[in-house]
């Protein structure tokens, strides 16, 4: 069961670019909700995070957007640089944190 | 503060094989997870210690895997008789309870492949 649903797979963005990433999710026991970047043969690195009781955290040039009426989250990469292209995925975690949920993920290629 | 480390960070083994991964976490953390990642995929959840307790397996840790945390520091994962679908990324990743407990902090992995 895919708890938390992740899109798009892939985009493309040209360097200075928005990229905006997508995640949907099921479980409403989930109250922490972080993005982690991930390069090629490494291990995912947390990027940004937000609770569910805030709509918008903004950090640099990420930004998440909630909307938990919707169940709903999003990344937004503003002026993507090269340096971005990794896989970011999206991730729900209950309270008193055991396993995050992660999404599908999301391979973000930014073209100089 | 070192991070997560992982070791190997490769393995290749023949199908029928034991292998075993260690992990160390972040000194002063008390939670340890693991976490299998095949490719192109998000990495799934397999199990948690805090401390020396074992507090949750996945339904994807079959009866050829067990883990282990002696004395509440590094943790083992070891695979009996491996098979060509337990070839993932195999993740580990620590956090602190009681302080940003949510925060899961991961090593570099290990790359297992069996042929």
């Known amino acids: 069961q895919q708890q938390v649903k992740q899109s798009p797979q892939s985009l493309i963005v040209q360097k200075g670019g928005i990229s905006i990433i997508n995640c949907a999710y099921e479980n409403t026991a989930f109250d922490y909700f972080p993005w982690y970047q991930q390069f090629p043969g490494k291990g995912p690195a947390l990027l940004i995070a937000i609770r569910p009781d805030v709509s918008e955290k903004k950090e640099g040039r990420f930004t998440i957007s909630f909307n938990k009426s919707a169940k709903q989250f999003s990344l937004h990469i503003m002026d993507s640089q090269p340096g971005d292209s990794a896989t970011y995925f999206c991730?729900?975690?209950?309270?008193?944190?055991?396993?995050?949920?992660f999404g599908g993920g999301t391979r973000v290629l930014v073209k100089p | 503060d070192t991070g997560v480390s992982q070791d190997p960070r490769h393995k290749i083994t023949k199908r029928g094989q034991n292998v075993t991964f260690r992990c160390d976490p972040i000194s002063e953390h008390n939670r340890l997870y693991w976490y299998r990642q095949t490719l192109g995929q998000g990495p799934e959840f397999l199990t948690y210690f805090q401390n020396e307790a074992q507090l949750e397996k996945s339904r994807l840790l079959s009866d050829r895997f067990s883990a282990e945390r002696p004395k509440g520091s590094f943790s083992t994962l070891e695979i009996q008789r491996t098979e060509q679908g337990d070839s993932a990324m195999y993740l580990c990743?620590?956090?602190?309870?009681?302080?940003?407990?949510?925060?899961?902090?991961f090593g570099p992995g290990t790359r297992l492949t069996v042929l």
């Open positions: 990743a620590s956090s602190y309870e009681g302080r940003h407990t949510d925060t899961q902090y």
């Open positions: 991730a729900g975690i209950k309270a008193a944190g055991n396993k995050l949920t």
